[in-house]
């Protein structure tokens, strides 16, 4: 069993995507070919945003929107510190300060924390907030309405960053489509993954979106060859722009299969554990299925002896950021977040992907019950 099949998903786009990667080793404009454009095309509408800007990862995406923005050294962004390492890590590459931010139980950023984080940033002085990053966590659209009301508050821009979550909606509204910028990882994993690195921008505003299509080409200007800043060698491949064509005719359906495997898990699980609350209104994409054990020890058990059934289990996340080696000098400390530091000891993630049959679900709650009675 894999924990996601990209196996059973490729039979199924093989045919179209050999045509398509058949057209492009014809035409060979292997770097922003027109699959490219054709993509950022579709995504724009597919997200309700008049611009998108793929680009050559997710974690690049973020760093590309911070130097639209002019984010750098002296800058505060909020970001949250249950999520992957990259949400921070691009506030640093800018040469800026992340602050973290604890989460709420629906393991999005709590809106009330961030502004506490925001107050004390500014009667501190030292740094001036720039910026906040709300991460859809797993899927789920992260509360933009009030994080918004915070940020026009105190004058912070919105990066949304939508890396687990292209393809899920609150109140009818895309993933990518809140914020002054969004961005979206096309990593294999995720959601809607490509056969390699890729990453894609969104917003509204014609401006920054002029701007960072030159940083992605080394801050080119009207021709190839002036610079007008520093920029980036930040491109997406056509080879994957046409995998993920490819793909996006069958994103949809594959979003509708893991709805029903859900309210599967959900059903046989929720008597057990606290199976993941999808709140009002919200349609998750499901990057993953993350479930709370009851205690540290039960989760370790978990992560132990499942695997041993041939079915595997993942943490995401472990370490939450304040507690990274690398944010050390920070001075982040235990019990600076405490939900966010409960949930790292106590999640864990089981296979969660389009084509998971009714058999595998049941091998995997059944092993999973058993584990723990
Ligand atoms: C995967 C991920 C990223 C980074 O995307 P890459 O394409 O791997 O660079 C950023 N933020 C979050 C929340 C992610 O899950």
Not at 16 to 23: G, M
Not at 76 to 102: H, K, L, Q, R, Y
Request: net charge negative; proline share 5%.
């Amino acid at each position: 069993m894999e924990f996601i099949d990209l196996h059973r998903q490729y039979e199924r786009i093989r045919s179209d995507l050999d045509s398509r990667l058949e057209a492009i080793f014809k035409h060979k404009q292997f770097i922003l070919g027109p699959e490219v454009q054709e993509l950022e095309h579709k995504l724009a509408d597919y997200t309700d945003r008049k611009f998108c800007l793929s680009c050559s990862n997710g974690t690049d995406a973020l760093v590309i929107a911070l130097m639209a923005l002019g984010v750098g050294p002296g800058d505060a962004v909020f970001v949250p510190t249950f999520t992957f390492f990259a949400t921070a890590e691009c506030v640093s590459v800018v040469g800026a300060t992340p602050i973290f931010v604890d989460s709420d139980r629906s393991f999005n950023m709590d809106p009330y924390a961030l502004e506490t984080a925001v107050c004390n940033a500014v009667h501190n002085k030292e740094l001036i907030p720039r910026a906040v990053i709300p991460v859809d966590l797993f899927g789920l659209i992260a509360d933009y309405t009030k994080i918004q009301e915070i940020a026009d508050q105190y004058g912070l821009a919105v990066i949304s960053d939508a890396a687990q979550s292209f393809g899920s909606k609150k109140a009818g509204k895309p993933a990518c489509s809140f914020g002054d910028i969004a961005t979206t990882s096309f990593f294999p994993a995720k959601p809607f993954g490509c056969y390699g690195d890729g990453g894609a921008i969104f917003t509204d505003d014609e401006k920054l979106f002029d701007l960072m299509s030159s940083i992605r080409v080394h801050g080119q200007g009207a021709s190839k060859y002036m610079n007008e800043r520093i920029g980036m060698n930040g491109r997406l491949d056509t080879i994957q722009a046409a995998v993920l064509l490819s793909k996006f005719q069958i994103l949809d359906d594959e979003l509708e299969r893991k709805q029903e495997i859900a309210r599967a898990y959900d059903l046989k699980l929720n008597k057990y554990f606290p199976c993941p609350t999808i709140g009002e209104g919200q349609y998750t994409a499901y990057a993953q299925y993350a479930i709370l054990a009851q205690d540290q020890e039960q989760r370790d058990m978990i992560v132990r002896d499942l695997p041993k059934q041939g079915i595997p289990v993942m943490i995401y996340y472990p370490i939450p950021l304040h507690m990274q080696n690398a944010y050390k000098y920070l001075g982040g400390r235990e019990g600076d977040h405490p939900l966010s530091e409960d949930f790292c000891k106590r999640i864990f993630s089981i296979p969660m992907h389009p084509y998971l049959k009714p058999k595998e679900i049941e091998k995997i709650c059944e092993s999973l019950i058993a584990i723990i009675e």
